[in-house]
């Protein structure tokens, strides 16, 4: 729902999502996939900084309902990494493979930033980094299917930027 006088931000690239459909199984590309769901830089790590934020910054609403809009959209990408690293052979768990054993999520990875401007910068610096990671897996992995949903996803995680960028300009010199 959205908040009265508040306009939806469009968190997403206009291009559809391609389907959801591993080639088969692959465990190296369901463990890549699993950090993408449960890892330290995850979707799970977005959902959960992005909803602490927008609860933060409802003094500022239209960073709070940026802020709200974007974590839904990762919980898009959360559904389709889950689907992905089930189709891929893995239980889609929130967690990762890190030295050959299983490591739970956890909400420690999170930032508790309370300022507005570090809140965003931090936001900035979280979003470049799964660009990174996920262009990263892009050059490695050789399923079609598993490719272009990661570079759907690159396409919502630099619209995220652009939104952030401009919330910050806006909001975070105002000595906030």
Same mark, same amino acid.
């Given at each position: ?11 997403? &690239? ?31 790590? &977005? ?6 934020? *927008?609860?933060? #910054? ?7 309902? &940026? ?12 559904? @389709?990494?889950? #689907? ?5 052979? &893995? ?14 999520? #956890? ?20 979003? *470049?980094?799964? @660009? ?8 490695? @992995? ?8 990661? *570079? ?10 652009? @939104?952030? #960028? ?11």
């Amino acid at each position: 729902m959205e908040q009265a006088g508040m306009s939806r931000v469009p968190v997403a &690239a206009a291009q559809p999502y391609p389907p959801v459909r591993a080639q088969g199984r692959n465990p190296q590309y369901a463990r890549a996939i699993l950090s993408n769901l449960g890892g330290n830089n995850s979707e799970m790590s &977005a959902v959960g900084q992005y909803v602490y934020a *927008q609860l933060v #910054t409802e003094g500022v609403p239209e960073v709070a309902e &940026a802020l709200r809009q974007i974590s839904m959209e990762e919980m898009h990408h959360l559904k @389709i990494f889950g #689907t992905l690293a089930q189709q891929l052979g &893995a239980d889609p768990r929130l967690w990762s493979v890190w030295k050959g054993r299983h490591v739970w999520w #956890t909400p420690e990875w999170l930032t508790y930033q309370r300022r507005l401007g570090p809140l965003l910068y931090g936001a900035i610096q979280t979003e *470049q980094a799964s @660009i990174r990671k996920y262009r990263s897996q892009c050059l490695w @992995i050789r399923d079609s299917n598993v490719v272009e949903n990661l *570079q759907r996803i690159l396409q919502d995680e630099e619209s995220h930027i652009e @939104i952030l #960028t401009c919330l910050r300009e806006k909001y975070a010199h105002a000595g906030r």
